[in-house]
C-alpha cells in the first residue's frame, strides 16, 4: 500500500482550489478532509456510483475514462497533483459520469457534498476558485473540439502529446519524459483518433528516431518535430502523412 502523504495546511494552501484562503477558513477544510492512498492499478470511484465525493490529487496519476451504452471506453482526461476530480457529479445528477484508475501510487483528499457546499458558504473564495477551474476545464474542452472539426489525426496526436508534456513532462538523458504509463488507447482517446491510427503515428515517429517508449512511458527525443506537426499541416518530413498517406 502506497504510503499516506502527510496533509497540512501548507500543502492544501498550494492546491488550486483553496488558493488565497485565509488560515482559519484552511482549518475548516482540513478538519473536514478525508485523505486516502492507493497502490498502482487501484478504481478510485466507478461510474454510475451515487456517493459522490469532491476529490484533488495529491500526488500520483490518475485516468478519467468512460463507457457507453455499447461498452466502448473512452480516456477523458488524466489527473496529477493539484488537479480536482470527480466535484461536478456534486453540481448535476449526483452519480459519477466516469471512472478513476490510478495510473501509479497515489494520494487524494476529497470532501462530501454537503461538507463543501458548506465551506462554499462559510468562505466564497472557494466558490470563485471552483468556477475558475470550470472556466479552465471549458475552455480546454473547446480546444479539443476545434482540433477534431478542423485537424488531421496526426495533428491532434501530436496536440494530445504536447498537452502530455507540458501536465507531466520530465526533463532527462533519454529525452522528455511522461511521467506515467500509457496505453496507445490513450493516446488514441485523447487525440480523438482510432487505435490503429495512432499506432500507425507512433510507431512512424518512432522510426523517424522524435519519440520512444520506455517502459511504458513516452520519452520525446524531438520536441521541435512535434511542434512542427501540432503548428503547421503541411508535412515535409518522415511523419505519418508522408509515410501512410493522409490520415483519417
Known sequence: MHKMASLSRQLLSTLELFRDLPTTALDDVLASARPRSFARNCRVFNQGETRVRAHILVDGWIRISQSGSDGGQVVLRFIGPGDIFGAVSLFTDRCYPADADTLTDATEVSWSDKVLLELM??????????????????????????????????????????????????????????????????????????LYSASRILSAWERAGWLKTLDRRIAVESLSELMRIAEDESEKGVGATAVFGQPP
Open 121 to 194: 458558504n462559510s468562505h466564497p473564495q472557494i466558490a470563485v476558485n471552483a468556477i475558475r477551474i470550470v472556466g479552465q476545464r471549458l475552455q480546454e474542452a473547446q480546444h479539443r473540439v476545434r482540433e477534431l472539426a478542423t485537424q488531421s489525426a496526426e495533428r491532434r496526436v501530436a496536440h494530445g502529446l504536447l498537452r502530455l508534456i507540458r501536465q507531466v513532462g520530465a526533463t532527462t538523458s533519454q529525452g522528455i519524459i511522461i511521467r506515467f504509463p500509457l496505453r496507445r488507447k490513450d493516446i488514441a482517446d485523447i487525440a480523438g483518433t482510432t
